[in-house]
């Protein structure tokens, strides 16, 4: 049986702090990640970036955020025949794999769990991300595996975007380029895309776009500069019916500790700006609204439970973000379950739950864990 949440308890009269810990967190754990100081994630009421899911207010999706022991890890996994993975922050933060996380993969295969690793890091292809995960122990497949660059170029597969005739213009780097190879959908730009330099009025009036560009796809772009967001606003305000699809909408991710140092070291104090940032910039002066193909957006979800013939009711998420992992599970009644080993911290949890069932308010999670090796009853 699972034991009432001292965590709620604890925490719930007096505030968080990332110095106050659940009672049966080790000494030696590392403390929970910080607030970075530079980009804290805006839990208030209101801040919601994604539309479309007033439904979760209305539903009441809210969970008690209950603090689960390892020794009581196993239970919360008993009624679930499908859990869905967040990568980053989950199985690993930066560089370090978070401690027992491959036995915690093996042991609930052993116990005929179906494992999905469904990830808003859209910097490589589902080929790429076998590669990760194996450097790091684990042991998966390519068809268990759902990144943001899949689920894009798998949206525009869905509403027959071949069918068109039409290509796709690419803000991305090359996970999401393969992925469109992979799906046989046309495109230009991507990382090695010599972009016309759009630096001044003048050469930006005598732009001549491609007019064969029927939908602009932005993931990850660490080469995004001004002309390629010029040359994507001038598609969505001037080719009639281009679609505007992004990988994600996450303005940051965790960096972790140093890079290869060990994982008990203090985690870094830096964010990395990465999607968000790129969609903002295209967005903001087209003042068009994307589809948001992986996490949350709503064509996820229902795509995912599609594919794998999944049950809702028997299917839990765990993932590090309220604002995406959370959100996912949530809104398709899932159970949620959110560690301690990315983004989201216990003060900020504590803080959205001051406003949780608010309109714009983000969902809670049924359980928090130290780290996904709970589920599995280790440390
Ligand atoms: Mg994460």
Same mark, same amino acid.
């Given at each position: 049986?699972?034991?009432?949440?001292?965590?709620?308890?604890?925490?719930?009269?007096?505030?968080?702090?990332?110095?106050?810990?659940?009672?049966?967190?080790?000494?030696?754990?590392?403390?929970?990640?910080?607030?970075?100081?530079?980009?804290?994630?805006?839990?208030?009421?209101?801040?919601?970036?994604?539309?479309?899911?007033?439904?979760?207010?209305?539903?009441? #999706?809210?969970?008690?955020?209950?603090?689960?022991?390892?020794?009581?890890?196993?239970?919360?996994?008993?009624?679930?025949?499908?859990?869905?993975?967040?990568?980053?922050?989950?199985?690993?933060?930066?560089?370090?794999?978070?401690?027992?996380?491959?036995?915690?993969?093996?042991?609930?295969?052993?116990?005929?769990?179906?494992?999905?690793?469904?990830?808003?890091?859209?910097?490589?292809?589902?080929?790429?991300?076998?590669?990760?995960?194996?450097?790091?122990?684990?042991?998966?497949?390519?068809?268990?595996?759902?990144?943001?660059?899949?689920?894009?170029?798998?949206?525009?597969? &869905?509403?027959?975007?071949?069918?068109?005739?039409?290509?796709?213009?690419?803000?991305?780097? &090359?996970?999401?380029?393969?992925?469109?190879?992979?799906?046989?959908?046309?495109?230009?730009?991507?990382?090695?895309?010599?972009?016309?330099?759009?630096?001044?009025?003048?050469?930006?009036? %005598?732009?001549?776009?491609?007019?064969?560009?029927? #939908?602009?796809?932005?993931?990850? %772009?660490?080469?995004?500069?001004?002309?390629?967001?010029?040359?994507? &606003?001038?598609?969505?305000?001037?080719?009639?019916?281009?679609? +505007?699809?992004?990988?994600?909408? %996450?303005?940051?991710?965790?960096?972790?500790?140093?890079?290869?140092?060990?994982?008990?070291?203090?985690?870094?104090?830096?964010?990395?700006?990465?999607?968000?940032?790129?969609?903002?910039?295209?967005?903001?002066?087209?003042?068009?609204?994307?589809?948001?193909?992986?996490?949350?957006? &709503?064509?996820? +979800?229902?795509?995912?439970? #599609?594919?794998?013939?999944?049950?809702?009711?028997?299917?839990?998420?765990?993932?590090?973000?309220?604002?995406?992992?959370?959100?996912?599970?949530?809104?398709?009644?899932?159970?949620?379950?959110?560690?301690?080993?990315?983004?989201?911290?216990?003060?900020?949890?504590? %803080? #959205?739950?001051?406003?949780?069932?608010?309109?714009?308010?983000?969902?809670?999670?049924?359980?928090?864990?130290?780290?996904?090796?709970?589920?599995?009853?280790?440390?």
């Amino acid at each position: 049986m699972l034991m009432h949440s001292r965590f709620a308890q604890t925490f719930a009269h007096r505030g968080a702090s990332s110095k106050m810990m659940p009672p049966s967190v080790p000494s030696s754990r590392p403390a929970v990640p910080a607030s970075n100081g530079v980009s804290k994630p805006d839990v208030s009421v209101r801040s919601y970036p994604h539309a479309g899911n007033q439904a979760l207010v209305d539903r009441k #999706a809210i969970g008690k955020a209950e603090f689960i022991r390892p020794e009581d890890g196993k239970a919360v996994m008993d009624d679930i025949d499908c859990i869905i993975f967040d990568c980053d922050g989950v199985l690993w933060r930066g560089f370090n794999t978070i401690p027992n996380s491959p036995e915690t993969l093996k042991d609930l295969r052993a116990r005929g769990k179906k494992l999905l690793f469904v990830t808003n890091n859209a910097g490589k292809s589902r080929k790429g991300y076998v590669k990760r995960f194996t450097s790091v122990g684990l042991d998966v497949s390519p068809d268990e595996i759902v990144p943001a660059s899949f689920a894009a170029a798998a949206y525009l597969d &869905s509403i027959n975007f071949k069918a068109t005739g039409k290509k796709a213009l690419c803000i991305a780097n &090359s996970g999401t380029e393969e992925e469109l190879q992979e799906h046989g959908i046309p495109y230009i730009g991507g990382e090695k895309w010599r972009e016309p330099l759009l630096d001044s009025a003048d050469k930006i009036k %005598d732009l001549v776009i491609d007019e064969n560009i029927g #939908a602009v796809v932005v993931g990850f %772009d660490g080469l995004l500069s001004y002309s390629r967001i010029v040359y994507a &606003s001038c598609c969505l305000r001037e080719l009639p019916g281009c679609l +505007f699809v992004v990988t994600n909408v %996450d303005p940051n991710d965790n960096l972790g500790q140093p890079t290869k140092a060990p994982f008990n070291q203090q985690p870094l104090r830096r964010m990395m700006p990465v999607t968000g940032t790129m969609v903002q910039s295209i967005a903001h002066p087209t003042g068009k609204q994307p589809v948001i193909a992986g996490k949350g957006g &709503s064509w996820l +979800f229902p795509y995912l439970m #599609a594919k794998y013939n999944l049950n809702p009711q028997r299917t839990a998420m765990v993932g590090d973000r309220l604002d995406t992992d959370i959100v996912l599970g949530a809104e398709g009644g899932l159970k949620t379950i959110m560690p301690l080993t990315g983004v989201t911290t216990l003060e900020e949890l504590e %803080d #959205a739950k001051k406003v949780a069932g608010q309109p714009g308010a983000l969902p809670i999670p049924d359980y928090v864990i130290n780290t996904v090796a709970t589920l599995a009853g280790l440390p």
